[in-house]
Protein backbone atom coordinates (compact mmCIF):
# COMPACT_ATOMS: atom_id res chain seq x y z
CA UNK A 1 0.00 0.00 0.00
CA UNK A 2 2.71 2.76 -1.10
CA UNK A 3 2.19 6.05 -3.04
CA UNK A 4 4.50 8.09 -4.43
CA UNK A 5 3.89 11.98 -4.20
CA UNK A 6 5.59 14.18 -6.69
CA UNK A 7 6.28 17.82 -6.41
CA UNK A 8 6.48 17.54 -2.59
CA UNK A 9 7.00 20.24 -0.57
CA UNK A 10 6.74 20.69 3.94
CA UNK A 11 3.21 21.52 3.96
CA UNK A 12 1.59 18.38 1.57
CA UNK A 13 4.14 16.42 4.27
CA UNK A 14 2.70 18.16 7.09
CA UNK A 15 -1.10 17.80 6.23
CA UNK A 16 -0.50 13.96 4.29
CA UNK A 17 1.59 12.51 7.51
CA UNK A 18 -1.25 14.23 9.89
CA UNK A 19 -4.28 13.02 8.02
CA UNK A 20 -2.91 9.55 7.08
CA UNK A 21 -5.01 7.43 9.75
CA UNK A 22 -4.31 4.56 6.93
CA UNK A 23 -0.74 3.78 7.61
CA UNK A 24 -0.55 3.98 4.17
CA UNK A 25 3.28 4.47 3.29
CA UNK A 26 4.33 7.54 1.75
CA UNK A 27 7.36 7.74 -0.80
CA UNK A 28 7.72 12.02 -0.83
CA UNK A 29 9.64 13.23 -3.78
CA UNK A 30 10.49 16.54 -4.27
CA UNK A 31 11.05 16.53 -8.19
CA UNK A 32 8.14 16.72 -10.53
CA UNK A 33 6.78 13.98 -11.97
CA UNK A 34 8.23 13.36 -15.67
CA UNK A 35 10.39 11.27 -17.69
CA UNK A 36 13.60 11.84 -15.18
CA UNK A 37 11.85 11.25 -12.25
CA UNK A 38 9.56 8.81 -12.85
CA UNK A 39 11.26 5.81 -11.82
CA UNK A 40 11.19 7.00 -8.35
CA UNK A 41 7.82 5.57 -8.13
CA UNK A 42 8.39 1.91 -9.11
CA UNK A 43 6.83 -0.26 -6.96
CA UNK A 44 3.91 1.81 -6.13
CA UNK A 45 0.49 0.89 -6.10
CA UNK A 46 -0.44 4.94 -6.46
CA UNK A 47 1.12 8.21 -7.53
CA UNK A 48 -0.30 11.38 -6.08
CA UNK A 49 0.26 14.23 -8.58
CA UNK A 50 0.00 18.08 -8.44
CA UNK A 51 -1.40 20.17 -11.35
CA UNK A 52 1.78 21.13 -13.16
CA UNK A 53 3.37 17.34 -12.84
CA UNK A 54 3.94 15.88 -16.53
CA UNK A 55 1.65 12.92 -17.07
CA UNK A 56 2.13 12.27 -20.87
CA UNK A 57 1.79 9.12 -22.62
CA UNK A 58 5.26 8.30 -22.13
CA UNK A 59 4.92 8.84 -18.41
CA UNK A 60 1.87 6.93 -18.19
CA UNK A 61 3.74 4.06 -19.85
CA UNK A 62 6.49 3.80 -17.92
CA UNK A 63 4.08 4.13 -14.23
CA UNK A 64 2.48 1.60 -15.75
CA UNK A 65 5.58 -0.50 -16.31
CA UNK A 66 6.72 -0.19 -12.86
CA UNK A 67 3.20 -1.20 -11.17
CA UNK A 68 1.47 1.79 -10.84
CA UNK A 69 -2.48 0.58 -10.43
CA UNK A 70 -3.73 4.41 -9.74
CA UNK A 71 -3.22 8.11 -10.21
CA UNK A 72 -4.25 10.53 -7.78
CA UNK A 73 -4.49 14.07 -8.53
CA UNK A 74 -4.31 16.41 -5.67
CA UNK A 75 -6.34 19.18 -7.23
CA UNK A 76 -9.36 19.54 -9.42
CA UNK A 77 -7.16 19.99 -13.51
CA UNK A 78 -5.88 17.55 -14.47
CA UNK A 79 -5.13 18.84 -18.54
CA UNK A 80 -1.68 17.41 -18.01
CA UNK A 81 -2.68 13.83 -17.84
CA UNK A 82 -3.50 11.81 -21.36
CA UNK A 83 -6.06 10.28 -20.45
CA UNK A 84 -6.19 7.86 -23.81
CA UNK A 85 -3.20 6.16 -22.28
CA UNK A 86 -4.55 5.59 -18.77
CA UNK A 87 -7.98 4.57 -20.46
CA UNK A 88 -5.84 1.98 -22.62
CA UNK A 89 -3.45 1.00 -19.14
CA UNK A 90 -6.80 0.47 -17.26
CA UNK A 91 -5.55 2.96 -14.65
CA UNK A 92 -8.15 5.03 -13.18
CA UNK A 93 -7.11 9.04 -12.57
CA UNK A 94 -8.84 10.16 -9.42
CA UNK A 95 -9.07 13.81 -8.95
CA UNK A 96 -10.41 16.23 -6.23
CA UNK A 97 -13.00 17.86 -7.96
CA UNK A 98 -14.04 20.64 -5.13
CA UNK A 99 -11.70 21.39 -2.43
CA UNK A 100 -12.57 25.08 -1.28
CA UNK A 101 -14.53 27.37 -3.46
CA UNK A 102 -14.74 30.16 -0.93
CA UNK A 103 -10.75 29.94 -1.20
CA UNK A 104 -9.95 30.82 -4.84
CA UNK A 105 -13.02 33.10 -5.27
CA UNK A 106 -12.05 35.06 -2.33
CA UNK A 107 -8.34 34.99 -3.50
CA UNK A 108 -9.93 36.37 -6.98
CA UNK A 109 -11.59 39.05 -4.93
CA UNK A 110 -8.19 40.16 -3.06
CA UNK A 111 -6.57 41.05 -6.97
CA UNK A 112 -9.19 42.49 -7.90
CA UNK A 113 -9.01 44.60 -4.37
CA UNK A 114 -5.14 44.98 -3.83
CA UNK A 115 -5.25 46.32 -8.15
CA UNK A 116 -7.81 48.72 -7.68
CA UNK A 117 -6.80 50.43 -4.01
CA UNK A 118 -3.29 49.35 -4.89
CA UNK A 119 -2.25 48.31 -1.30
CA UNK A 120 0.60 46.34 -2.58
CA UNK A 121 2.00 49.69 -3.62
CA UNK A 122 1.18 51.49 -0.35
CA UNK A 123 2.57 48.86 1.38
CA UNK A 124 5.69 49.06 0.03
CA UNK A 125 5.63 52.77 -0.30
CA UNK A 126 5.33 53.16 3.60
CA UNK A 127 8.48 50.49 4.66
CA UNK A 128 10.45 52.97 3.30
CA UNK A 129 8.70 55.63 4.84
CA UNK A 130 6.96 57.32 1.97
CA UNK A 131 3.81 58.56 3.03
CA UNK A 132 2.75 60.22 -0.45
CA UNK A 133 -0.81 58.71 -1.64
CA UNK A 134 -0.22 60.70 -5.39
CA UNK A 135 -0.66 57.67 -7.77
CA UNK A 136 -3.57 55.77 -5.11
CA UNK A 137 -6.66 56.52 -6.57
CA UNK A 138 -8.71 53.51 -7.26
CA UNK A 139 -12.62 53.25 -7.55
CA UNK A 140 -15.57 52.37 -5.63
CA UNK A 141 -16.10 48.59 -5.93
CA UNK A 142 -19.95 48.92 -6.30
CA UNK A 143 -19.62 51.24 -9.45
CA UNK A 144 -18.04 48.71 -11.87
CA UNK A 145 -19.77 45.78 -13.92
CA UNK A 146 -18.50 42.60 -13.12
CA UNK A 147 -18.46 40.05 -15.81
CA UNK A 148 -18.02 36.39 -13.93
CA UNK A 149 -16.65 33.99 -17.52
CA UNK A 150 -17.68 30.14 -15.63
CA UNK A 151 -20.34 29.85 -12.85
CA UNK A 152 -19.51 26.63 -11.24
CA UNK A 153 -18.80 26.50 -7.24
CA UNK A 154 -16.32 29.57 -7.53
CA UNK A 155 -17.84 31.10 -10.43
CA UNK A 156 -20.90 31.37 -7.97
CA UNK A 157 -19.16 32.20 -5.20
CA UNK A 158 -17.61 35.33 -6.34
CA UNK A 159 -20.85 36.11 -8.01
CA UNK A 160 -22.65 36.01 -4.51
CA UNK A 161 -19.73 38.36 -3.21
CA UNK A 162 -19.66 41.08 -5.64
CA UNK A 163 -23.72 41.23 -5.67
CA UNK A 164 -24.74 40.62 -2.65
CA UNK A 165 -21.81 41.95 -0.37
CA UNK A 166 -20.97 45.21 -2.64
CA UNK A 167 -24.32 45.58 -4.66
CA UNK A 168 -22.26 45.64 -7.73
CA UNK A 169 -24.02 45.09 -11.07
CA UNK A 170 -22.50 41.43 -12.14
CA UNK A 171 -23.23 39.59 -15.22
CA UNK A 172 -22.08 36.07 -16.27
CA UNK A 173 -21.39 33.61 -19.00
CA UNK A 174 -21.41 30.08 -19.13
CA UNK A 175 -22.55 26.80 -21.22
CA UNK A 176 -24.81 25.88 -18.62
CA UNK A 177 -26.36 28.53 -16.39
CA UNK A 178 -26.42 27.70 -12.64
CA UNK A 179 -29.76 28.44 -11.14
CA UNK A 180 -28.06 29.66 -7.84
CA UNK A 181 -26.41 32.22 -9.72
CA UNK A 182 -29.95 33.66 -11.29
CA UNK A 183 -31.19 32.91 -8.03
CA UNK A 184 -29.38 36.14 -6.42
CA UNK A 185 -30.69 38.31 -9.48
CA UNK A 186 -27.90 38.00 -11.66
CA UNK A 187 -28.30 37.90 -15.53
CA UNK A 188 -26.63 35.38 -17.87
CA UNK A 189 -25.87 36.79 -21.40
CA UNK A 190 -25.52 34.57 -24.62
CA UNK A 191 -21.91 35.24 -25.86
CA UNK A 192 -18.70 36.18 -24.32
CA UNK A 193 -18.63 39.17 -26.62
CA UNK A 194 -21.31 40.81 -24.56
CA UNK A 195 -18.98 39.84 -21.20
CA UNK A 196 -15.80 41.83 -23.08
CA UNK A 197 -18.17 45.03 -24.59
CA UNK A 198 -19.74 45.68 -20.97
CA UNK A 199 -17.59 44.97 -18.37
CA UNK A 200 -15.29 47.10 -16.38
CA UNK A 201 -14.11 44.29 -14.95
CA UNK A 202 -13.12 40.81 -16.22
CA UNK A 203 -12.84 37.33 -13.70
CA UNK A 204 -12.23 34.03 -15.32
CA UNK A 205 -13.47 30.74 -13.57
CA UNK A 206 -13.29 27.97 -16.49
CA UNK A 207 -11.32 25.55 -17.41
CA UNK A 208 -8.81 24.93 -20.17
CA UNK A 209 -9.82 22.85 -22.83
CA UNK A 210 -9.54 23.52 -26.77
CA UNK A 211 -12.82 26.49 -26.94
CA UNK A 212 -11.40 28.35 -23.75
CA UNK A 213 -7.61 28.33 -24.59
CA UNK A 214 -6.56 31.54 -25.56
CA UNK A 215 -10.20 33.08 -25.24
CA UNK A 216 -8.50 36.55 -23.91
CA UNK A 217 -6.39 37.25 -27.46
CA UNK A 218 -5.77 40.58 -29.05
CA UNK A 219 -9.87 39.92 -30.69
CA UNK A 220 -10.97 40.04 -27.52
CA UNK A 221 -9.13 42.68 -26.00
CA UNK A 222 -10.04 44.70 -28.87
CA UNK A 223 -13.68 44.51 -27.67
CA UNK A 224 -13.16 45.20 -24.42
CA UNK A 225 -14.00 48.39 -22.53
CA UNK A 226 -11.07 51.08 -22.06
CA UNK A 227 -9.24 50.88 -19.10
CA UNK A 228 -10.57 46.86 -18.47
CA UNK A 229 -9.10 44.75 -15.35
CA UNK A 230 -8.68 41.15 -16.09
CA UNK A 231 -8.67 38.59 -13.12
CA UNK A 232 -7.50 34.82 -13.89
CA UNK A 233 -7.30 32.59 -11.07
CA UNK A 234 -7.98 29.54 -13.31
CA UNK A 235 -5.70 28.22 -16.09
CA UNK A 236 -2.76 30.20 -17.21
CA UNK A 237 -3.58 29.67 -20.88
CA UNK A 238 -6.83 31.38 -21.12
CA UNK A 239 -5.05 34.18 -21.34
CA UNK A 240 -2.55 34.77 -24.21
CA UNK A 241 0.55 36.40 -22.65
CA UNK A 242 1.84 38.28 -25.49
CA UNK A 243 -1.64 39.98 -26.58
CA UNK A 244 -1.98 40.85 -22.72
CA UNK A 245 1.55 42.49 -22.56
CA UNK A 246 0.53 44.42 -25.58
CA UNK A 247 -2.96 45.02 -24.36
CA UNK A 248 -1.49 47.02 -21.32
CA UNK A 249 1.26 48.74 -23.14
CA UNK A 250 -1.73 50.42 -25.02
CA UNK A 251 -3.32 51.34 -21.57
CA UNK A 252 -6.49 49.26 -23.15
CA UNK A 253 -5.88 46.62 -20.55
CA UNK A 254 -5.82 48.97 -16.87
CA UNK A 255 -4.48 46.07 -14.52
CA UNK A 256 -4.32 42.49 -15.01
CA UNK A 257 -4.51 39.64 -12.03
CA UNK A 258 -3.01 36.33 -12.51
CA UNK A 259 -2.68 33.39 -9.50
CA UNK A 260 -1.71 31.44 -12.97
CA UNK A 261 0.40 31.89 -16.18
CA UNK A 262 0.39 29.77 -19.19
CA UNK A 263 4.29 28.41 -19.47
CA UNK A 264 4.07 28.35 -15.08
CA UNK A 265 5.17 24.80 -14.75
CA UNK A 266 9.10 25.80 -14.81
CA UNK A 267 8.66 28.57 -12.80
CA UNK A 268 5.69 28.57 -9.79
CA UNK A 269 6.14 26.43 -6.77
CA UNK A 270 9.91 26.92 -7.22
CA UNK A 271 12.58 29.55 -6.06
CA UNK A 272 14.26 31.45 -8.41
CA UNK A 273 15.50 34.43 -6.33
CA UNK A 274 19.26 35.16 -7.83
CA UNK A 275 18.03 33.87 -11.07
CA UNK A 276 17.22 35.27 -14.23
CA UNK A 277 13.64 34.84 -15.74
CA UNK A 278 14.43 33.02 -19.05
CA UNK A 279 10.25 33.47 -19.97
CA UNK A 280 10.35 36.99 -21.66
CA UNK A 281 6.44 37.37 -21.28
CA UNK A 282 6.53 36.52 -17.32
CA UNK A 283 9.71 38.96 -16.91
CA UNK A 284 7.68 41.74 -18.54
CA UNK A 285 4.59 41.12 -16.58
CA UNK A 286 6.09 40.53 -13.20
CA UNK A 287 7.97 44.27 -13.95
CA UNK A 288 4.78 46.11 -14.12
CA UNK A 289 3.30 48.08 -11.42
CA UNK A 290 -0.07 47.79 -13.00
CA UNK A 291 0.14 43.64 -12.83
CA UNK A 292 0.17 41.66 -9.48
CA UNK A 293 1.62 37.48 -10.45
CA UNK A 294 1.45 35.07 -7.69
CA UNK A 295 2.40 31.42 -7.49
CA UNK A 296 -0.83 29.63 -8.31
CA UNK A 297 -1.62 29.74 -4.71
CA UNK A 298 -5.36 30.89 -4.69
CA UNK A 299 -6.45 26.91 -3.36
CA UNK A 300 -4.00 27.21 -0.48
CA UNK A 301 -6.12 27.96 2.94
CA UNK A 302 -6.01 25.51 5.62
CA UNK A 303 -9.29 24.41 5.17
CA UNK A 304 -8.12 23.66 1.52
CA UNK A 305 -5.09 21.58 1.64
CA UNK A 306 -6.54 19.48 4.36
CA UNK A 307 -9.54 18.71 2.28
CA UNK A 308 -7.25 17.81 -0.89
CA UNK A 309 -4.95 15.96 1.12
CA UNK A 310 -7.92 13.83 2.64
CA UNK A 311 -10.19 13.72 0.12
CA UNK A 312 -6.80 11.94 -1.96
CA UNK A 313 -6.26 9.66 0.72
CA UNK A 314 -9.88 8.18 0.22
CA UNK A 315 -9.90 8.45 -2.97
CA UNK A 316 -6.73 5.68 -2.67
CA UNK A 317 -8.94 3.55 0.00
CA UNK A 318 -11.91 3.96 -2.41
CA UNK A 319 -9.65 2.58 -5.37
CA UNK A 320 -8.64 -0.51 -3.34
CA UNK A 321 -12.30 -1.01 -2.18
CA UNK A 322 -13.60 -0.91 -5.82
CA UNK A 323 -15.96 1.74 -4.58
CA UNK A 324 -14.45 4.72 -6.86
CA UNK A 325 -17.13 7.77 -6.33
CA UNK A 326 -18.03 8.66 -10.07
CA UNK A 327 -17.45 12.71 -9.22
CA UNK A 328 -13.94 12.31 -8.57
CA UNK A 329 -13.21 9.89 -11.70
CA UNK A 330 -12.31 11.53 -14.78
CA UNK A 331 -11.66 8.68 -17.26
CA UNK A 332 -12.90 5.61 -18.17
CA UNK A 333 -10.31 2.92 -17.91
CA UNK A 334 -10.44 -0.55 -19.32
CA UNK A 335 -10.55 -2.51 -15.96
CA UNK A 336 -13.45 -0.44 -14.61
CA UNK A 337 -15.36 -1.22 -18.18
CA UNK A 338 -18.12 -4.23 -17.49
CA UNK A 339 -17.35 -6.90 -19.42
CA UNK A 340 -19.43 -8.23 -21.97
Known amino acids: MKITLFSSKPYWVK ?31 AVCCFVNDDLSKEVIETLHSNGTKVILMRCAGFNKVDLDTAN ?10 AYSPNAVS ?18 DRVREANFEINGMEGFNMVSKVYGIVGTGNIGEQLCRVLKLGFGAKVIAYDI ?24 DVISLHTP ?6 YMVNSESIEKMRNGVMIINVSRGALVNASDAIVGLKSGKISSLGMDVY ?30 MITSHQAWYTTEAISCICGTSLQNFVDFRSKQIKKSNLVNNPISLQPTQ
Open 15 to 45: WFNELNKFSFEINYVTSACDLKSVNEAKGSE
Open 262 to 291: ENETDYFYQDHNGSIIKDDNLSLLISYPNV
Open 176 to 199: IENKAVTDIGIEYVKTLDEIWKQC
Open 106 to 123: EYALSLIMALNRKTHKAH
Open 208 to 213: LTPQTK
Open 88 to 97: KLGIPVLRVP
